[in-house]
C-alpha cells in the first residue's frame, strides 16, 4: 500500500528555521503532485502549500508565503517542506499528503518556542 | 479565498441513528468537495471525493451528497468506530480550504 512517512520536525527557536522531509514509497512518486497540510495543537486543519509532479507548479497559502519553500526530489521519492523565520503560529503536526488527498502520512510535530 | 461553513461544530448521536453533516461553500465549487474523518493521534481519512464518490474500503453507510455550493455527508446507520472528528475540503480553487469540523460524539 501506499506509503508516506514525514520526518524534520522537533524544537525550533522563533525565528529560525527547519526542513521537514516526507519519504514516499509504493506509488510512482513522480506522477503525482503533492500537498503540506497543518493542524494546531486542538485545531482544525490547514492547507499550507502544494507542488505539482515535475515542480512546475508551487501554491502556498498567504501565512507562509516567502517563509516556506516546498520542493522534491523525484529520483529520491522525497517531498520538502524547508521553513525560514518561524513563529510560534506555525506550531503544529505538518501532514504531507498526496495530489487528491487520498493518501496521508502519520505527520510531524514542529514546535516553535523559546 | 472560499469559505467552508460546516455544521454542526460538534453533536451526539446514539448508535444506529442517522447523522448528516453539511458544508456550506462561499461560492459554487463544482463538486469539488471530499471528507475526511479523523480521530485522536491520528492522521485524516479519505472518505468521499467528488462529492459523492466512495474511497475504496469505507463502509456503504458513509454517503455524500450535494452540488453547487451546499454538500452532506450521511451515515446510514451510526457505529461505534464512527467517532471522530469530520473535515470537509474544497478543492475546486487555491487555496483548498477545509471546513471547520465537526465533533461526533456517542450520546
Known amino acids: 500500500d501506499v506509503q508516506l512517512v514525514e520526518s524534520g520536525g522537533g524544537l525550533v527557536q522563533p525565528g529560525g528555521s527547519r526542513k521537514l522531509s516526507c519519504a514516499a514509497s509504493r506509488f510512482t512518486f513522480s506522477s503525482f503532485g503533492m500537498h503540506w497540510v497543518r493542524q494546531a495543537p486542538e485545531k482544525g486543519l490547514e492547507w499550507v502549500a502544494y507542488i505539482s509532479s515535475g515542480s512546475s507548479t508551487i501554491y502556498y497559502t498567504d501565512t507562509v508565503k516567502g517563509r516556506f519553500t516546498i520542493s522534491r526530489d523525484n529520483p529520491k521519492n522525497t517531498l520538502f517542506l524547508q521553513m525560514t523565520s518561524l513563529r510560534s503560529e506555525d506550531t503544529a503536526m505538518y501532514y504531507c499528503?498526496?495530489?487528491?488527498?487520498?493518501?496521508w502520512g502519520q505527520g510531524t510535530t514542529l514546535t516553535v518556542s523559546s | 479565498d472560499i469559505k467552508m461553513t460546516q455544521s454542526p461544530s460538534s453533536m451526539y448521536a446514539s448508535l444506529g441513528e442517522r447523522v448528516t453533516i453539511t458544508c456550506k461553500a462561499s461560492?459554487?465549487?463544482?463538486?469539488?468537495l471530499s471528507w475526511f474523518q479523523q480521530k485522536p493521534g491520528k492522521s485524516p481519512k479519505t472518505l468521499i471525493y467528488?462529492?459523492?464518490r466512495l474511497v475504496d474500503g469505507v463502509p456503504s453507510r458513509f454517503s455524500g451528497s450535494g452540488s453547487g455550493q451546499d454538500y452532506s455527508l450521511t451515515i446510514s446507520s451510526l457505529e461505534y468506530e464512527d467517532m471522530g472528528i469530520y473535515y470537509c475540503?474544497?478543492?475546486?480553487?487555491?487555496?483548498?480550504?477545509f471546513g471547520g469540523g465537526t465533533k461526533l460524539e456517542l450520546k
Open positions: 461560492q459554487d465549487i463544482n463538486s469539488y
Open positions: 499528503a498526496r495530489k487528491d488527498y487520498d493518501y
Open positions: 475540503l474544497q478543492y475546486d480553487e487555491f487555496p483548498p480550504t
Open positions: 467528488r462529492a459523492n
